[in-house]
Protein backbone atom coordinates (compact mmCIF):
# COMPACT_ATOMS: atom_id res chain seq x y z
CA UNK A 1 0.00 0.00 0.00
CA UNK A 2 1.05 3.81 -0.13
CA UNK A 3 3.65 4.47 2.31
CA UNK A 4 4.72 8.46 3.27
CA UNK A 5 7.63 8.67 5.63
CA UNK A 6 7.60 11.92 7.80
CA UNK A 7 10.84 12.30 9.58
CA UNK A 8 12.40 13.53 12.16
CA UNK A 9 9.66 12.44 14.18
CA UNK A 10 11.00 14.76 17.22
CA UNK A 11 13.03 17.78 17.06
CA UNK A 12 13.80 20.11 19.88
CA UNK A 13 15.01 23.66 18.97
CA UNK A 14 16.41 27.02 20.26
CA UNK A 15 14.32 30.09 19.36
CA UNK A 16 15.40 31.95 16.03
CA UNK A 17 16.77 28.67 14.41
CA UNK A 18 15.35 26.86 11.45
CA UNK A 19 13.87 23.75 11.17
CA UNK A 20 13.31 21.24 8.12
CA UNK A 21 10.75 18.62 8.26
CA UNK A 22 10.92 16.44 4.91
CA UNK A 23 7.54 14.40 4.03
CA UNK A 24 8.16 11.50 1.28
CA UNK A 25 6.29 9.29 -0.81
CA UNK A 26 7.80 5.84 -0.82
CA UNK A 27 6.40 3.56 -3.74
CA UNK A 28 4.16 6.20 -5.54
CA UNK A 29 4.07 9.47 -7.01
CA UNK A 30 2.55 12.52 -4.83
CA UNK A 31 1.32 15.07 -7.06
CA UNK A 32 -0.20 16.66 -4.30
CA UNK A 33 0.96 17.43 -1.07
CA UNK A 34 -0.98 18.61 2.23
CA UNK A 35 0.94 20.46 5.52
CA UNK A 36 -1.20 20.07 8.70
CA UNK A 37 -0.72 21.34 12.43
CA UNK A 38 -2.36 20.05 15.21
CA UNK A 39 -2.23 21.63 18.70
CA UNK A 40 -2.79 19.18 21.55
CA UNK A 41 -6.21 17.71 21.53
CA UNK A 42 -7.56 20.07 18.72
CA UNK A 43 -8.20 18.71 15.32
CA UNK A 44 -5.92 18.72 12.29
CA UNK A 45 -5.64 22.56 11.04
CA UNK A 46 -4.55 22.48 6.80
CA UNK A 47 -1.74 24.63 6.48
CA UNK A 48 -0.87 24.42 2.98
CA UNK A 49 -1.56 22.66 -0.49
CA UNK A 50 1.79 21.97 -2.22
CA UNK A 51 1.66 20.74 -6.08
CA UNK A 52 5.01 19.30 -7.60
CA UNK A 53 6.72 22.06 -9.14
CA UNK A 54 4.75 25.40 -8.02
CA UNK A 55 4.32 27.10 -5.26
CA UNK A 56 2.04 26.18 -2.14
CA UNK A 57 -0.89 27.65 -1.66
CA UNK A 58 -1.56 28.40 2.16
CA UNK A 59 -4.54 28.76 4.31
CA UNK A 60 -5.98 31.82 5.54
CA UNK A 61 -3.75 33.12 8.52
CA UNK A 62 -0.61 30.69 7.60
CA UNK A 63 2.85 32.94 7.35
CA UNK A 64 4.33 31.93 3.76
CA UNK A 65 7.54 33.46 4.65
CA UNK A 66 7.83 31.97 8.35
CA UNK A 67 6.51 27.81 6.91
CA UNK A 68 8.25 27.48 3.67
CA UNK A 69 7.27 25.11 1.97
CA UNK A 70 8.78 23.25 -1.27
CA UNK A 71 7.62 20.12 -3.45
CA UNK A 72 10.58 19.83 -5.62
CA UNK A 73 9.68 15.83 -7.05
CA UNK A 74 6.79 13.85 -6.94
CA UNK A 75 8.26 12.19 -4.11
CA UNK A 76 9.61 14.74 -1.77
CA UNK A 77 7.73 17.54 -0.20
CA UNK A 78 10.00 19.77 2.69
CA UNK A 79 8.50 22.28 5.52
CA UNK A 80 10.86 24.64 6.66
CA UNK A 81 9.96 26.32 10.34
CA UNK A 82 11.81 29.87 10.40
CA UNK A 83 12.87 31.61 13.29
CA UNK A 84 10.93 29.30 15.21
CA UNK A 85 9.49 30.76 18.56
CA UNK A 86 7.75 28.83 21.50
CA UNK A 87 4.49 29.08 19.90
CA UNK A 88 5.65 27.12 17.04
CA UNK A 89 5.76 24.31 19.11
CA UNK A 90 2.86 21.61 17.86
CA UNK A 91 2.36 18.38 15.97
CA UNK A 92 3.12 18.73 12.15
CA UNK A 93 2.12 16.29 9.68
CA UNK A 94 2.19 15.64 5.95
CA UNK A 95 0.00 14.09 3.57
CA UNK A 96 0.23 12.63 -0.04
CA UNK A 97 -1.98 12.32 -2.29
CA UNK A 98 -1.41 9.92 -5.66
CA UNK A 99 -3.52 9.66 -8.34
CA UNK A 100 -6.15 7.83 -7.26
CA UNK A 101 -8.54 10.30 -5.31
CA UNK A 102 -8.67 8.00 -2.38
CA UNK A 103 -5.00 7.78 -1.70
CA UNK A 104 -5.15 10.17 1.20
CA UNK A 105 -1.94 8.74 2.95
CA UNK A 106 -0.77 10.52 6.23
CA UNK A 107 2.99 10.67 7.39
CA UNK A 108 3.68 9.71 11.32
CA UNK A 109 4.10 13.58 12.12
CA UNK A 110 6.98 15.48 13.91
CA UNK A 111 6.44 16.97 16.98
CA UNK A 112 8.10 19.57 17.28
CA UNK A 113 9.07 21.90 20.19
CA UNK A 114 11.31 25.17 20.80
CA UNK A 115 12.58 26.64 23.66
CA UNK B 1 -16.56 24.03 1.60
CA UNK B 2 -16.65 20.75 3.50
CA UNK B 3 -17.52 20.81 7.49
CA UNK B 4 -17.81 17.82 9.71
CA UNK B 5 -19.39 17.72 12.84
CA UNK B 6 -18.70 14.61 15.45
CA UNK B 7 -19.12 13.96 19.03
CA UNK B 8 -15.81 13.97 21.10
CA UNK B 9 -16.07 11.33 23.27
CA UNK B 10 -17.07 7.80 23.75
CA UNK B 11 -16.96 5.51 26.30
CA UNK B 12 -17.51 1.55 25.70
CA UNK B 13 -15.98 -1.80 27.54
CA UNK B 14 -14.48 -3.96 26.00
CA UNK B 15 -15.94 -6.75 23.58
CA UNK B 16 -19.09 -4.31 22.85
CA UNK B 17 -19.60 -2.55 20.03
CA UNK B 18 -18.43 0.90 19.28
CA UNK B 19 -20.43 3.51 16.88
CA UNK B 20 -19.09 6.60 16.03
CA UNK B 21 -21.22 9.07 14.25
CA UNK B 22 -20.41 11.81 11.86
CA UNK B 23 -22.39 14.16 9.82
CA UNK B 24 -21.07 16.29 7.44
CA UNK B 25 -22.22 19.62 5.35
CA UNK B 26 -21.16 19.25 1.67
CA UNK B 27 -22.84 16.04 -0.57
CA UNK B 28 -20.41 16.12 -3.23
CA UNK B 29 -17.38 13.87 -1.83
CA UNK B 30 -16.91 11.30 -4.20
CA UNK B 31 -14.93 9.12 -1.21
CA UNK B 32 -15.55 9.08 2.73
CA UNK B 33 -13.38 8.08 4.83
CA UNK B 34 -12.27 6.90 8.54
CA UNK B 35 -9.32 7.70 10.16
CA UNK B 36 -7.56 6.67 13.36
CA UNK B 37 -4.60 8.40 15.51
CA UNK B 38 -3.46 6.87 18.03
CA UNK B 39 -1.32 9.05 21.07
CA UNK B 40 1.56 10.92 19.51
CA UNK B 41 1.00 9.35 15.64
CA UNK B 42 -0.07 9.73 12.71
CA UNK B 43 -3.09 9.01 10.80
CA UNK B 44 -4.23 6.00 9.86
CA UNK B 45 -6.78 4.82 7.17
CA UNK B 46 -8.95 2.56 8.76
CA UNK B 47 -11.81 2.20 5.46
CA UNK B 48 -13.32 4.03 2.66
CA UNK B 49 -16.63 4.30 1.26
CA UNK B 50 -17.89 5.58 -2.22
CA UNK B 51 -20.71 8.36 -2.45
CA UNK B 52 -22.88 5.75 -4.00
CA UNK B 53 -22.49 3.12 -1.03
CA UNK B 54 -24.90 2.31 1.59
CA UNK B 55 -22.96 -0.13 3.71
CA UNK B 56 -19.19 -1.13 3.52
CA UNK B 57 -18.07 -4.16 5.79
CA UNK B 58 -14.02 -4.94 6.52
CA UNK B 59 -13.48 -7.07 9.11
CA UNK B 60 -14.67 -5.63 12.74
CA UNK B 61 -15.34 -1.93 10.52
CA UNK B 62 -18.59 -1.73 9.37
CA UNK B 63 -19.51 1.97 7.63
CA UNK B 64 -23.05 3.13 7.05
CA UNK B 65 -23.62 6.00 4.55
CA UNK B 66 -26.68 7.76 4.76
CA UNK B 67 -26.18 10.44 1.93
CA UNK B 68 -29.98 11.71 2.40
CA UNK B 69 -29.32 13.01 6.25
CA UNK B 70 -25.80 13.67 4.78
CA UNK B 71 -25.03 11.39 7.75
CA UNK B 72 -21.91 8.62 8.65
CA UNK B 73 -20.72 5.95 11.13
CA UNK B 74 -18.21 3.69 11.94
CA UNK B 75 -19.20 0.25 13.80
CA UNK B 76 -16.35 -1.37 15.76
CA UNK B 77 -17.56 -5.08 16.78
CA UNK B 78 -16.20 -6.71 19.24
CA UNK B 79 -13.80 -3.36 20.65
CA UNK B 80 -10.46 -3.85 22.05
CA UNK B 81 -8.22 -2.17 24.41
CA UNK B 82 -6.33 -1.59 20.91
CA UNK B 83 -9.05 0.53 19.15
CA UNK B 84 -8.70 3.30 21.89
CA UNK B 85 -7.94 6.24 19.69
CA UNK B 86 -9.26 9.20 18.43
CA UNK B 87 -11.24 8.91 14.77
CA UNK B 88 -11.78 10.99 12.38
CA UNK B 89 -14.65 11.49 9.82
CA UNK B 90 -12.89 13.90 7.16
CA UNK B 91 -14.18 15.19 4.07
CA UNK B 92 -13.54 16.58 0.97
CA UNK B 93 -15.41 18.45 -2.22
CA UNK B 94 -13.84 16.60 -5.27
CA UNK B 95 -9.89 17.87 -5.35
CA UNK B 96 -10.13 20.04 -2.03
CA UNK B 97 -7.84 18.53 0.91
CA UNK B 98 -9.04 16.21 3.38
CA UNK B 99 -11.26 18.72 6.52
CA UNK B 100 -11.30 17.69 9.68
CA UNK B 101 -13.51 17.54 12.26
CA UNK B 102 -12.45 17.50 15.48
CA UNK B 103 -12.48 14.05 16.33
CA UNK B 104 -13.81 11.46 18.47
CA UNK B 105 -11.87 10.35 21.56
CA UNK B 106 -12.82 6.41 21.94
CA UNK B 107 -11.95 4.76 25.49
CA UNK B 108 -12.32 1.37 25.39
CA UNK B 109 -12.65 -0.11 29.00
CA UNK B 110 -11.05 -3.39 30.13
Known amino acids: GAVVSQHPSRVICKSGTSVKIECRSL??????MFWYRQFPKQSLMLMAT?????????EQGVEKDKFLINHASLTLSTLTVTSAHPEDSSFYIC???????????FGSGTRLTVV | GEDVEQSLFLSVREGDSSVINCTYT??????LYWYKQEPGAGLQLLTY?????DMKQDQRLTVLLNKKDKHLSLRIADTQTGDSAIYFC??????????FGKGTRLSVIA
Open chain 1, 95 to 105: SARGQENYGYT
Open chain 1, 27 to 32: DFQATT
Open chain 1, 50 to 58: SNEGSKATY
Open chain 2, 26 to 31: DSSSTY
Open chain 2, 49 to 53: IFSNM
Open chain 2, 90 to 99: PGNSGNTPLV
